[in-house]
């Protein structure tokens, strides 16, 4: 995972305070079992932005010539396969 639990835990709370002072969302809730879905789905997302690039590089390992990574055209065909599997997802 990209980022620690601490720093998810903490971007729950600047969510779900956001969300509250703009009044996007009603206090139906304990605080904590909002916060716990928000966790939830960030993790969620995490894990199928990992999948992707997992896809991805792998299809980028297939090809016949080797394509350097972080080379120009290994960042260009990265980013045009990373959006197609995101399509795929339903991401976008």
């Known amino acids: 995972m990209m980022l620690s639990n601490e720093k998810i835990s903490h971007l729950s709370h600047i969510l779900l ?3 509250m002072e703009r009044k996007l969302i009603e206090k139906i809730e304990e605080e904590s079992k909002i ?3 928000i966790k939830r789905i ?3 997302e995490l894990k199928v ?9 792998k299809k980028l390992q297939s090809f016949s010539r080797k394509i350097v990574e ?7 065909l990265y980013k045009k396969f990373f959006k197609e599997e ?3 997802k339903g991401r976008v």
């Open 42 to 44: 960030i993790i969620s």
């Open 35 to 37: 916060r716990a879905e």
């Open 70 to 76: 972080g080379s120009p055209e290994w960042e260009v």
């Open 17 to 19: 305070k956001g969300l």
């Open 49 to 57: 932005g990992e999948d992707i690039d997992s896809v991805v590089r």
């Open 86 to 88: 995101e399509v795929k």
